[in-house]
Every structure is written in C-alpha cells, then in structure tokens.
Nanobody, 127 residues
Framework: QVQLEESGGGLVQAGDSLRLSCAAS????????MGWFRQAPGREREFVAA????????LYAESVKGRFTISRENAKNTVYLQMNSLKLEDTAVYYCAAERSWSGVDVFIQSDGYDYWGQGTQVTVSS
C-alpha cells in the first residue's frame, strides 16, 4: 500500500521559514517524480513545485520561485519543500504527490497526472 505522509507544517509569521517533508512508502521512490501542491480555502489546488526522480530537474510556480526549494533524498524515500520568506498568501494545505516516471528529467505540473497523494499539512502564515 502506497503512503505519502507530509509533516513540518505549522503557524509562522510572515518572513519566516518552514521545511516540509514528505515520507513515501510502498513504492519504488526513485522511480517517481514528486510534486508539491497547495490549496487555500475557497481556491482550487495549485501547483507549487516538482522534481524529477533523479533530482536533476526542478520546476516552480512563479509565485514561489526564488523563495521555495524542492529537493529529495532517494535513500530516505523523502521529498522536501524548503519555504523561505513566507507570505500571507502562502497560507494553505500543502500536499505532496508522486507520479511514475521513466525519465530522470521529467517534472509534472498537472495534478490529475499524479498517481498518489498525501493527506496534506497545514501551513498558516500570520502578519
């Protein structure tokens, strides 16, 4: 059974940093591209960042580029999202997702292409 478990969310002030983690089990992690998405109240789920299974290719939403960094440790079956200079508009539930990939450079931004999803972790940024 595949499980993706996010952690690291919380309540922080604007300008602070957080690091989210997503631990995967039940799948060959190194064969999956990974992504982070978020959903704020009343809004649709949106793409945040993605990383290829090799870790060699990454992609970011314009709204987080330069502030967020996605990374992965295949030996630990874990993907991370380092979030710096947090803004009020970053408040959302953050989800990690996994998509099977046959290329070490593929990254995916469409949520409906992902095979597995975590339950999400809440990030709240206050002023």
């Amino acid at each position: 059974q595949v499980q993706l478990e996010e952690s690291g969310g919380g309540l922080v002030q604007a300008g602070d940093s957080l690091r989210l983690s997503c631990a995967a089990s039940g799948l060959t992690f190194s064969s999956y591209a990974m992504g982070w998405f978020r959903q704020a109240p009343g809004r649709e789920r949106e793409f945040v960042a993605a990383i290829s299974w090799s870790g060699g290719n990454t992609l970011y939403a314009e709204s987080v580029k330069g502030r967020f960094t996605i990374s992965r440790e295949n030996a630990k079956n874990t993907v991370y999202l380092q979030m710096n200079s947090l803004k009020l508009e970053d408040t959302a539930v953050y989800y990690c997702a996994a998509e099977r990939s046959w290329s070490g450079v593929d990254v995916f931004i469409q949520s409906d292409g992902y095979d597995y999803w975590g339950q999400g972790t809440q990030v709240t940024v206050s002023s």
